[in-house]
């Protein structure tokens, strides 16, 4: 499975309104990557600020400088 492919699923704990107590980092990403199977450095995950609501958003990865990778983190509430 090529990593743009990956299914990332994150679950938070969220409030009222679907609020994310505190926010999704580029090591919570690195770290759900590693689950899957793949080593990832977390500096390489480029985020311009963390993600703080629910659903789908495009995350990009440098692979190297010239290959970037584009996945898509799902943000979900903790069940």
Known sequence: V????LAIEIPVRVGEE??????????????A??????????KKI???EPI???????VKVKISPEVTATITVNVVPVE
């Not at 994310?20 to 690195?30: E, P």
């Not at 990557?33 to 977390?42: F, H, M, P, Q």
């Not at 703080?52 to 495009?58: I, N, Q, T, V």
């Open 2 to 5: 090529k990593l743009e492919e």
């Open 18 to 31: 679907d609020k994310l107590y505190g926010s999704v980092t580029n090591q919570d990403i690195a770290k």
């Open 33 to 42: 990557i590693e689950e899957k199977g793949y080593e990832i450095d977390r």
């Open 46 to 48: 480029v985020l311009d």
């Open 52 to 58: 703080k609501s629910l659903g789908a958003h495009e």
